[in-house]
């Protein structure tokens, strides 16, 4: 793994040589999320590609400029090292989140001191770190989405239901993103078919329009 670390680190600063959005770039950009990809941490939850996602869109905007985050730096540790902690801060957004939406009411523990003398109302979240606020990249993402263009993402919809379309989902799903329990009760859709033709039908073009934009 060592060789394959130093590997990516050529990588990157061919890459960031190159002027940002430039052929040369995206095309080593595209090579080192190819041989990062088998290496990143991996999980089966639901929202593990919509973190993946995240991350790779991170990726690209971070690793040479900081645009919407710290630059990546490789005193640091690898970029698998780096990609994986963002990626599992991203993973853990998305728990917190399903948490949140799967309890009406967030459950208290007492916390009794050494001594047994006192005790206090300790609410668990609290201890939880804070979600970051969206980068400025999703803001292109959401004027992409509503915008549309040609049309594309409003005509691709779950058969029978135009009005569960790729236009509405991507929107829905960018951060602060609407859980799938709740899209699966507002659309009277089971979580496993609209996850289903998310994964599909919408991250293609998601990461379509990404490539277009030199991010991936």
Sequence with gaps: MVESDEQLRCLVAQACGNPLGSPQRQKLLTQIIRLTAPRLWRESTPYYQDALQQTWLYFCRNVCEGLTGQIYDPTYGSV??????????????FYLNQYREQT?????????????????????????????????????????????????????HIKGRPEVNCQVLILKRLPPEVGWKELSEEFKLSIPTLSSFYQRQCLPRLRKFAELEGLL
């Design 80 to 93: 698998v090292t780096w990609l994986n902690a963002y990626l599992k801060r991203r993973l853990q957004d």
């Design 104 to 156: 009406t009411t967030v459950p208290l523990r007492l916390h009794q001191s050494k001594s047994g003398e006192s005790s206090e109302i300790i609410d668990p979240v609290d201890n939880l770190p804070a979600t970051p606020q969206a980068p400025p990249i999703l803001e292109n993402l959401e004027i992409w989405a509503t915008t549309d263009a040609d049309g594309e993402l409003r005509r691709t």
